[in-house]
C-alpha cells in the first residue's frame, strides 16, 4: 500500500533530523545530537513533512515515481537553516569603512564621526519603499541561495516613525513576493538619530510613543534595543522593552556587544525570547539567563569582521544550560555575509563549538530565538516541510569545507524554490 505524497527526498547519505525540541530549544549535551537517520529519505505533502524514514522504507510507502523527486545523491538532507538575527533592509553599503578599518579606526570611532549605521540610514531614507523593496530583495535571495529558509530581519535605519513603518512595510512585501519567511522586528533603538544629536532622552520618548502605532499596523512581531556603549542604556531599554510587551510585541535586546552593561539581567527580568550578541557577557550574567527561558543569539561573523578580539563565551554558556543560538547579524557594517554556513564554520573556529552544536544553534534553536520553534528548525512530521540538501557526504564537512556554498536545493514550505544552486520561484 502507497500513499501520495508531493515530493519525496531520497538518497541522502546523512538525514539530519534535529527532532525532539520542538516545545524547548537544546541544551548542554542534547546540543550534539543532531538525531540522524543514514540512509535517509523525507516525504512532504500541502506544505508539510509527513514522512521521515530509511531511503527503503520511504520507497515502499510512497509512489516515488509519480512524485517531484529530489535526488540527494549521498548529500546531507537537513532543516533549512534559520537566521535569528540580521538587518537585511537598508540601502547603500559600507566598503569605504572597510577600508577605513582596515588602516585602523574602530567601528565606534567611525560611529562617533556620522558614519556607520547613521550613514545607512541617510541612504535607506532615500529610497522610496519600491526601491527599498528591490534593493533588499536581492539579498532576500541570497539568503534562500544559501540555505537559510526563515530570518528575523530588524527595522531601524529609519528612526522615526514613517521611515521605521517605511522599513516594515518592506518587510512585509518581501514576504510576499519571496519565499524566505522574514520575521518582522521594530528597532527604533538602534541609534539616536542626528536630529536628536545630544538629546537621547527626547529620541527615546519618540520611541515610547511609535510602539503603538508600530504594534496596531500589524507589520512587528519583536521589539529589540541595542543596548551597549554609544547607543542605549540599560535604563533606555528597559523602559523601551517594558513598554513594547505592554502593547504586545515580543522582546528582544542587542546586549554585550561592546561593553558588558548589564543587558543580560534585563532580558531575563523581562523574559526576552531571545538576547544577542553577548560577547562581553560575565559568567553571573550567563548563569541569570540560563535559570530562564531567554535563548543566547551568537554572532561571530562581527567579532570576525571587525577584528575584535572577544567572542562571547559560547562553551562556557552551553556547559551552564544556557540554549544557544547562531545568526549572521547581516547588516552592511559589520557583517555584510548572508551565509549561515560560514557563521557554522566561525562558531567551530573562534568559539569552539563542535560542528554538531553548530548546526542545532543554526536551526531548532535559531528556530526558538525568533519564537517559531513548533513550527520551523527540525525535521519531524507535521512541521513546516522547510529542508535543504548539501552536497557534502556529512555534516562535519560544513564547517570544514568553509567559503563554498553546499546548499543544491531548498525546499521551502514544501515547494521547491532553489535547484541546483539556482532559483527557481520566479
Ligand atoms: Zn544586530
Redesign the pocket.
Given at each position: 500500500m502507497t500513499d501520495p505524497a508531493d515530493i519525496v527526498i531520497m538518497n541522502a547519505n546523512e538525514v539530519l533530523t534535529l527532532g525532539g525540541a520542538s516545545d524547548a530549544p537544546k541544551t548542554d549535551k542534547q546540543m550534539n545530537d543532531l538525531g540522524i537517520i543514514q540512509g535517509g529519505a523525507v516525504a512532504i505533502k500541502d506544505g508539510r513533512i509527513i514522512d521521515i524514514a530509511t531511503n527503503n522504507e520511504i520507497h515502499n510507502r510512497y509512489v516515488v515515481d509519480a512524485l517531484e523527486m529530489i535526488d540527494a545523491d549521498g548529500g546531507v538532507v537537513m532543516p533549512g537553516f534559520v537566521d535569528p538575527?540580521?538587518?537585511a533592509v537598508f540601502g547603500g553599503s559600507r566598503e569605504k569603512e572597510f577600508e577605513q578599518r582596515l588602516e585602523g579606526k574602530s567601528y565606534l570611532d567611525i560611529l562617533k564621526e556620522g558614519g556607520g549605521i547613521l550613514s545607512t540610514v541617510r541612504a535607506t531614507r532615500g529610497l522610496s519603499v519600491e526601491e527599498l523593496v528591490a534593493v533588499s530583495g536581492t539579498h532576500v535571495e541570497k539568503m534562500l541561495l544559501h540555505g537559510t529558509t526563515t530570518a528575523e530581519v530588524?527595522s531601524g535605519y529609519g528612526l522615526n516613525l514613517d521611515e521605521e513603518l517605511k522599513i516594515l512595510g518592506a518587510m512585509g512585501r518581501l514576504n510576499e513576493i519571496h519565499p524566505l519567511e522574514i520575521v518582522p522586528t521594530f528597532?527604533g533603538a538602534h541609534a539616536v538619530p542626528k536630529e536628536f544629536a545630544g538629546d537621547k532622552e527626547g529620541y527615546v520618548a519618540k520611541v515610547l510613543a511609535m510602539l503603538p502605532v508600530v504594534k496596531d499596523s500589524g507589520l512587528a512581531r519583536f521589539c529589540?534595543v541595542?543596548c551597549d556603549d554609544g547607543a542605549f542604556s540599560v535604563e533606555d531599554s528597559r523602559r523601551i522593552l517594558t513598554k513594547a510587551r505592554d502593547v504586545g510585541l515580543g522582546v528582544k535586546l542587542?546586549a554585550c556587544e561592546f561593553k558588558d552593561l548589564g543587558g543580560a539581567y534585563l532580558a531575563a527580568e523581562l523574559g526576552a525570547v531571545s538576547v544577542?550578541?553577548l560577547d562581553h557577557v560575565s559568567e553571573d550574567g550567563i548563569r541569570t539567563l540560563a535559570m530562564g527561558d531567554t535563548v543566547g543569539v551568537l554572532?561571530p561573523g562581527?567579532p570576525f569582521f571587525l577584528m575584535q578580539e572577544n567572542e562571547a563565551p559560547a562553551r562556557r554558556m552551553i556547559e551552564m544550560g544556557l540554549p544557544v543560538a547562531l545568526g549572521t547579524?547581516f547588516?552592511p557594517g559589520?557583517c555584510p555575509s548572508v551565509s549561515m554556513q560560514i557563521i557554522v564554520t566561525l562558531a567551530c573556529l573562534e568559539m569552539g563549538l563542535t560542528p554538531a552544536q553548530a548546526i542545532c544553534a543554526s536551526t531548532i534553536n535559531a528556530a526558538h530565538a525568533v519564537g517559531l520553534g513548533r513550527h520551523v528548525g527540525s525535521l519531524e512530521t507535521g512541521k513546516k516541510a522547510d529542508v535543504i540538501v548539501l552536497d557534502i557526504p556529512s555534516h562535519k564537512h560544513l564547517p570544514y569545507q568553509f567559503g563554498v556554498n553546499h546548499v543544491d536545493v531548498v525546499v521551502k514550505a514544501g515547494r521547491t524554490v532553489v535547484e541546483n544552486k539556482r532559483a527557481v520561484w520566479k
Open positions: 538575527h540580521t538587518h530588524k528597532l529589540d541595542f542587542h544577542d550578541h554572532l562581527v547579524d547588516n559589520s
